[in-house]
């Protein structure tokens, strides 16, 4: 990988961490639940764009650039575990097994619906 194609991959990981937050804080925001709505959002969405790259068979340094750098920062795995140990740590194991199940699941079909899209291009 070329020099210029880190600087792209570290570009555009820093301009997509700022999404993830923005997008995280608007959703939990706007539902005000107890349940990680935020994370959940950013997950799904990075989980369908994940999926229409390789559907749509991108590939060598563009799909590093693309998928590492810019989904690979979106999503967050940490954050996602962290929220389950935290619902499980307050007693709340309806929130805890909902949010791993839901998230799994989801998730999913997530990167198959993407996948089936990313074909079509």
């Given at each position: ?13 820093g ?66 575990m ?40």
């Amino acid at each position: 990988m070329t020099a210029l194609a880190w600087v792209a991959v570290g570009a555009l990981g820093g301009a997509m961490a700022i999404a993830r937050f923005l997008v995280d804080s608007s959703v939990a925001t706007r539902l005000d639940a107890d349940f990680p709505f935020g994370t959940l959002a950013v997950n799904l969405s990075g989980a369908a764009v994940l999926g229409a790259l390789a559907g749509a068979a991108l590939s060598g340094t563009a799909y590093t650039i693309v998928a590492g750098g810019g989904v690979g920062t979106y999503t967050t795995f940490s954050t996602w575990m962290l929220e389950s140990h935290r619902a499980g740590e307050d007693g709340d194991a309806r929130i805890l097994w909902l949010n791993l199940a839901v998230s799994l699941v989801a998730g999913l079909v997530a990167v198959a619906l993407g996948h089936w899209l990313g074909g079509l291009l």
